[in-house]
């Protein structure tokens, strides 16, 4: 049951990372691409649609784990508090910026809220990427110093920094140049996604730049995906035991491996949805390739004293995961139903789309 | 450790009233957008779409900022609640998770098909996605309103070893005694504050004489559901959900009702005074006896038991702070009931569009109804202190153990910097929206 619903919530948050990961993306190359306001509007616009109805998931990934890890989820929010606090403050203002954009038709207006929008993108993609990072590298459980817990074992407190920015301190803080490193990887990917998707719904002008931004990006994101492999083993000493010991896990780096490749030929795609499907492609192998790397472990603990978290000491009880996967159930084919009724109907390029029309 | 506690407190109390501004007006208006569009696609008249259509806008507003500053509400649970979170998490994570599923999904895929999908879809379709993006919004109070439920009446757990509270009885958490009659009360207050709205609007315009035609139909339909809904909102409902509190938590109902004394021959009504808490007396009380007992008990003598007759503990931690938003919250639906009642009067006798001085009430009318919703909520929230979960755990139990103080107060000055920007922009998007008028809508 527990490995059921830890299925279940990765299926949703990479659902959220593939969804509203575009938005993300899109506020990056608005942020950077865009500098006609034709083309400013189209973009933000293939953001705008759907912002809401995709941040959603992520809402649900929330509430599944309160659900099913009530443990897991009451440590790492308590211990991400400041980044996890900030990620709402930067949700707030990548919303309004969408929404208000086109509210007055000034262009000082406009330029105000693309720059919310663009920015709080950006350090979206970078935040939820450290997170991830913070999740592979794992946190001091408990704060243990000396080999006292000053909390109870699941329990810790992350500042956002500490003065050393290194993953092998004792209490490492949010941003290291790991963490960094992996946010830096997320920055990269969500961009390449986002262009993807500008590419597939929309006619802006810069489409064809747009490919050979991809391109470049992709050099990027080779690179680094080589470097983080290569200090991988500096935050975790045995990194693909999971992949020696369970062979058939290999097929998630494999997913990951054929999505960057498959980049690499974007100048060359006859359809615009190729593109995005390689895109896709890479957010599903990343994110389950580090999800495999640990499992049954959710949160490593980076001290001797108090054990990792994983899926079986934080879960709820069982009856309570079993009633929900009634419900569940029902919901999620519900939830493909919405998806798809929505996608349908407002298919296709979005550039002559507007209120109420 | 206090510190910690109290600023938890005021981070949850701060963005949960800020919040809840938006969702009353959007679980209200999206019934009587619904039935403008119902009616248009009756009668085929072009107005009622154009009045459905500028309401969206201020609805789309609105909508944002309720998801916005939602958000926030779901993971402070964890980031500020996590001991909390973690013993209950088994029970209250099942409603919330269900809210998220059945309800936010819901609502938003079917908004962005409501808003850019007219042209696209036919008008029957349109109006049924209108209708789901209400079905998701009260669904989402009625999951919202079981988790709270749950809180002010635990049913249907046991509790571990370890101090968990962990699920028995999934179909309890629906069939909690406190639910229903909470949600409708719910519902209904968020209809009363969009019907206000709506004739504020109305009132606006014809005091204004522009778009008098559209001011006219605001406003009769703002009087028809305010007064429905005013009047629901007192009884069955509001008599109900008081008889919830008096049988489950006896001691709260006597501090709303700032009863010190137990009398024998029936309690007294106070409308108006000061709760001393040195004398344990109202002072410059004005009451009417015997009022009480009848409005309770459908008996003029039956007894009510005073705060002096509960142990200390039993007693809500805040009594004046519970009494005053409880009178509020009585005294202002009272008042719209009187409004709403004169209103429907002159509507009636034809009257109402050239009472100017009434139009100017109906007017300025409009922000009250926030203010009784938000006293309602802290009636109930207050009159469950000190306990988190009624009689089980207590709320300094609640709060994440490694969140300093001073981290708390941090993000709470940048939610008190951000919610006045978001309150400031809501208002000057909206006050442009109304200014435009509905005639803007039509393409």
Redesign the interface.
Known sequence: MEIFWYIIISIVLVIFFILDGYDFGVGIIHLFFAKKEKDKKVIAKSAG??W??N??W???A???L???F??F???????F??P??MV??L??FR??GL??RN??NVQMWKDMWDKAFGVSSLLLALFFGIALGNIVRGVNLG?VGNGISK??A????LPLWDSSFSPASVHPGVIDWFTLTIGLISVIALAIHGASWIILKTNSTINEQLKSVVFNLNIGLLILTVFSLSIWHIVNPAPFKNFIDKPYLVIFPLIYLIGLFGLFFVKKFKKDIHSFIFSITVIVGGITFSLASMFPVILPSTNEVNPSLTIYNTA??E??LS??LG??IV??I??FV??I??KR??GGKIDN????? | MEDMLFYDRMQFAFTITFHYLFPQLTMGLSLMIVCFKGKYLRTKIEKYNTAA?FF??IF??N??MG???G??M??Q????W??F??L???????T???????S???E??????F???????GQKLHFLTGFLVFLGSWASGYFILATNAWMQHPVGYEILENGKY???H?SALFSNPWLLPAFLHNQLASVVTSAFVMAGIGAFYILREQNVEYGKLFLQTGVVFGLVSSLLLAFPTGDWAAKNVVKYQPAAFAAMEGIFETEDGGSEIILIGQPNMVEKKIDNKIAVPNILSFLTYQDWNEQIIGMNDFKEEEIPSNVPALYYSYHMMVGLGTIFIGIMAFAAFLLWRKRIYNSRYFLWVIMFATPFPYIATTAGWYTAELGRQPWLVYGLLKTSVGI?????SG?TL??LL?FIG?YIL?GL?FLI?VG?TINLGPES?K?
Not at chain 1, 154 to 157: C, I, K, N, R, V
Not at chain 1, 353 to 357: A, K, P
């Open positions: 649609l759907f809401d109805s941040e959603v992520l809402v649900v929330g509430g599944m309160f659900m099913a009530p443990t989820y009451a440590s790492v929010f308590s211990g508090y400041l996890l606090i709402l403050w949700i707030i919303a309004i929404e208000f509210q007055f704060s909390y109870e699941h329990y810790f407190f709820a009880g009856y309570g009633v929900a419900w569940g919901g999620f519900l939830l919405y998806l009724v929505q109907l407002l789309m507007d209120y109420g029309h | 259509k969206m806008k789309a507003i909508f944002t998801v916005v500053t958000i926030p779901e993971f649970f964890g980031t500020n996590a001991k979170s973690d209950t998490g088994d029970i209250i994570g099942q919330l998770a269900m809210e998220g599923v059945f936010f999904f819901l938003s895929s079917f908004l962005a098909l808003i850019f999908g007219e042209k696209l879809m962990v699920l028995t999934f994440s153990p490694t969140v300093s981290n941090f993000t940048g951000l978001l922009l998007l442009k809508q393409n």
